[in-house]
């Protein structure tokens, strides 16, 4: 894992991509969806996504407006084989790196998206790297759960 982690590293910045950060809510199968979301969101902006930490014991609190703990956050894999998630998306063509591999700026707010069901165009007006740009910032989303349109990409399927 560690191999694998330097290595991502290593093309990360040879490639000079920029990072999109974004975060999971809710349940389980929530967080799964927000996973898929972030991905697909990081692939229409050119953007090299960050797998996001999870919520071990994630719930959906209406009367709490859905606000969560983020200090017991677990690492993307005690949940999933980051070497086989990282493979599996770089045959679709996603560029991502596991969390260790960039580090989250601490003074950037995130974006609210959460269940904005935005259309792919708004996210590439957001801040689309273009080809052979050298450098850009990173972007930090809150939580991508249904922040994408579905339909909106047509690898959302091979991600499902």
């Known amino acids: 894992l560690a191999a694998r982690s330097a290595s991502a590293a290593d093309a990360f910045s040879s490639r000079r991509r920029c990072a999109l950060f974004f975060e999971t ?3 389980f199968t929530n967080q799964r969806m927000a996973i898929i979301h972030g ?4 692939h229409v902006m050119h953007r090299t996504a960050v797998l996001p ?3 071990g014991n994630g719930v959906q609190n ?6 969560e703990e983020h200090a017991n956050r677990l690492p993307f894999s005690q949940f999933y084989d980051v070497n086989a998630t990282l493979g599996a998306l770089d045959a679709l063509g996603i560029s991502a790196v596991s969390t260790g591999a960039v580090r989250r ?6 974006i609210s998206v959460r269940a904005s069901f935005k259309p792919a165009s708004e996210y590439v007006k957001m801040g689309r790297v273009e080809p052979g740009a050298t450098s850009c910032a990173p ?10 349109l579905s339909g ?3 690898t959302l399927d091979a991600l499902y």
């Open 25 to 27: 809510c809710g349940g």
């Open 39 to 42: 991905l697909l969101i990081a």
């Open 53 to 55: 930490d999870l919520n």
């Open 62 to 67: 209406a009367e709490l407006e859905y606000a």
């Open 105 to 110: 700026p601490a003074s950037v707010t995130p």
């Open 139 to 148: 972007i930090v989303l809150d939580c991508a759960f249904m922040a994408i």
């Open 152 to 154: 909106a990409v047509s």
